[in-house]
């Protein structure tokens, strides 16, 4: 178990059909709820030495594919999971191809099903950065994600960005939530 609450996440992994929900801004920056398919993987890198740390990690790679898009994804992330047993530190640090870089953490027991990493702007450990557009026109304020193990071929997430756009007055909650079950 030198991965810890992140072990279970190795291998390929799919959405049955169109079973992704995303809510996010649309082209007039009004709100727009789209279906999606997914596909994420995990590949484990082993451990990681960082000085006196010792850090087992997981290249962690999705894209996704709108109901009624075309062929190439509407999204995607790279990046990777990082554990940290001894101090019970778990890490999700990742790049969106739109410029932004996010390192969403949080502790978690080893033997949890279910765990919750967070950012936040301005944080300087569980942080937010984007590039100068989104930080003027869609700033980023915080980023949440939950992990719920229902079984050993399947996942739920919940994800909850919340996002500041202009001439707005209220924060947009972007979410995003998928069932993903193991394919390899």
């Known amino acids: 178990m030198e991965y810890g609450p992140i072990e279970f996440l190795i291998g390929q992994w799919e959405s049955e059909g169109w079973s ?9 920056r009004k ?5 999606f398919r997914q596909i994420m993987e995990f590949i484990p ?67 949890e099903s279910s765990f919750t990493l967070s950012a936040q702007l301005e944080n300087p450990v569980h942080g937010i950065s984007s590039n100068p557009f989104l930080d003027k026109e869609f ?11 229902l079984d050993s071929n399947t996942f739920t997430y919940n994800e909850n960005t919340l996002i500041q756009i202009k001439g707005r007055e209220s924060v947009f909650e972007h979410t995003e939530k998928n069932v993903m079950k193991r394919v390899k």
């Open 20 to 28: 992704g929900e995303n809510k996010a801004p649309d082209p007039d």
């Open 31 to 35: 709100e727009e709820n789209t279906r």
């Open 45 to 111: 890198i082993g451990l990681v030495e960082n000085h006196e740390q010792a850090l087992w990690v997981l290249r962690y790679s999705t894209a996704a594919w709108e109901k009624d898009g075309d062929e190439n994804p509407f999204h995607q992330e790279v990046g990777y999971f990082i554990w940290d047993n001894e101090n019970k530190q778990l890490l999700k640090s990742f790049i969106v191809p739109r410029g932004i870089a996010v390192n969403a953490g949080g502790t978690v027991d080893d033997s």
């Open 139 to 149: 700033r980023t304020l915080q980023y949440n994600i939950t992990f719920q193990k």
